[in-house]
């Protein structure tokens, strides 16, 4: 499988999670198998480079270090949301390795299992901060800012106060008000993550326990269908009309005063004759308005 020949950078990170499968499950047995690792890297230093012959070792060391690239991407991914697939990790982390690859000197007496770590990692550290939307340096202000608070409420077991994180990290002002700007950055979420575990073997999501303001409780619906009729009976058409206008409709007195073909002013006396006259009502009915009270 010649994946640096028939697949140049770009192309291969359009197409690495399969890539990377197909590298896993198609792990064929090889001449070099039997080789010595230390005979391997003396033969692919001494390959020119674009040749046939060093693309084909190139890519059985990629398939016989695989392991380190999954290896690595499961320990990051440990402390990653679960919408983070761990097969994009391990397709950034193919090019750390594949970097490692071609930068290994065998004289410098230091196993490949150890040189390639830290440049898998670091690849897939990169594709992380790529994928990032809040810059660096805000990321490390939040960690900063964070990092004080804590350490002030360990140690005095309360909630600490905007002066004693700024005295903590010796600032003020302007450049303390920066600080804790930049440490409430908005968050994105993902609406399928995981949010906790159900009773059984499906977990719960985001998106199954946002509340919906759109759906209506019919309780609620029917205390108010009855409020209106308590409100309004005895009334006329016209104070009807103002009543459920203006308080459920939510226009105006002038928008009510021109679909009732009456002055604005006219619809603020009737107005607050209608509030009066509906007070009187309601002292002499509180008695009906009290709960009832349990036996």
Request: glycine share 6%; charged share 35%; net charge neutral.
């Amino acid at each position: 499988m010649a994946v640096a020949k028939a697949f140049g950078r770009v192309g291969f990170r359009n197409n690495g999670r399969a890539l990377v499968r197909h590298m896993e499950a198609a792990r064929a047995k090889s001449p070099y198998d039997a080789m010595p690792v230390a005979d391997l890297w003396k033969e692919y230093r001494t390959l020119d480079e674009g040749t046939p012959a060093r693309e084909r070792l190139r890519n059985f060391l990629m398939e016989k270090f695989l392991p380190l690239v999954r290896y690595n991407a499961e320990r990051i991914h440990t402390r990653l949301p679960d919408e983070v697939d761990i097969e994009d990790l391990m397709s950034a982390g193919v090019f750390g390795l594949m970097d490692a690859i071609d930068a290994f000197d065998l004289e410098r007496k230091v196993k490949f299992e150890t040189y390639c770590a830290p440049r898998i990692r670091g690849a897939i550290l990169d594709e992380l901060r790529s994928m990032d939307w809040v810059p660096r340096l805000v990321r490390h202000r939040t960690a900063k800012f964070d990092q004080a608070r804590q350490l002030i409420e360990m140690e005095t077991g309360e909630l600490a106060t905007d002066d004693q994180i700024a005295s903590r990290l010796g600032i003020s002002g302007e450049e303390f008000d920066k600080l804790k700007r930049d440490s409430f950055a908005v968050n994105t979420r993902s609406l399928t993550q995981r949010c906790f575990g159900g009773d059984g073997s499906k977990d719960v999501r985001e998106i199954d326990i946002i509340k919906d303001d759109s759906s209506r409780n019919p309780a609620v619906d029917v205390q108010r269908r009855d409020l209106k009729e308590l409100i309004t009976k005895g009334l006329s058409r016209s104070e009807r009309l103002i009543v459920i206008l203006y308080y459920y409709e939510g226009m105006t007195m002038k928008e009510i005063g021109a679909t009732l073909d009456l002055s604005e002013s006219r619809v603020s006396q009737m107005h607050s004759s209608i509030l009066l006259r509906l007070k009187a009502q309601m002292q002499h009915r509180t008695k009906e308005l009290e709960p009832v009270a349990e036996e």
